[in-house]
Structures are given as C-alpha cells and as structure tokens.
C-alpha cells in the first residue's frame, strides 16, 4: 500500500514535470520547423537543417542515410498530398545527391 502512494506520488509530480518539458520542446520544435517551412518551403527548410549537420562534422555515410530518407521516403509522401513546389531549390537537393550518390526511387 504504501509503494502504491509513492507511486501515485512520483507520477504526479516526477513523471507530469518530464511530460511537461517533453511537450514544451516538442512545441518548440514544431514551430520552429512550421516557421522555417513557411520561410524556405519544404525543401529549403530540409536543405538549411542538412547543412547546418554538414557544418556540426556528420560522417559521409550518415549524411547518406539521412538525404536518402528524405529522397525516397519524405519527398513521395510530401507529393501524394501536394505539398512540395515546382519553384524549390531543386538544383541543390539534386547536387546533393549526387555527391552522395544517392538514387532517386521514382
């Protein structure tokens, strides 16, 4: 009985202090991408975010996975529900994958 109330405690003090701050930076977070997305669109928003983890010293390989993701998983998904835009920087997210050498799965 008495761990029960300890329990019920923690979560109420412990566990809700962590979910709140959890769901402050996931916030945070969101708008921050909301706000970018709205300044450089989809693209130019994934392009600033790659090369600021280009300049923080990212391994080639992981650099890699991560446009390849993005390539063949995000962009299909953002075309299904027409959010992607013709008048994006294309160029450079093609440049990338080149250097890269990742394949389009189109």
Known sequence: MFRLLIDILKAMTVDAWDGFKYRRYVRKSI??????????????????????????????????YLLDDFVNVVIPLLKENHRVEMDEDWETLCSYCAKYEVVWDV
């Not at 706000?35 to 080639?60: N, W």
């Open 31 to 64: 708008r921050k991408a909301d706000e970018m997305v709205h300044k450089y669109g989809v693209i130019g928003a994934f392009l600033k975010q790659f090369e600021e983890v280009l300049g923080s010293g990212i391994t080639d390989e992981n650099a890699r």
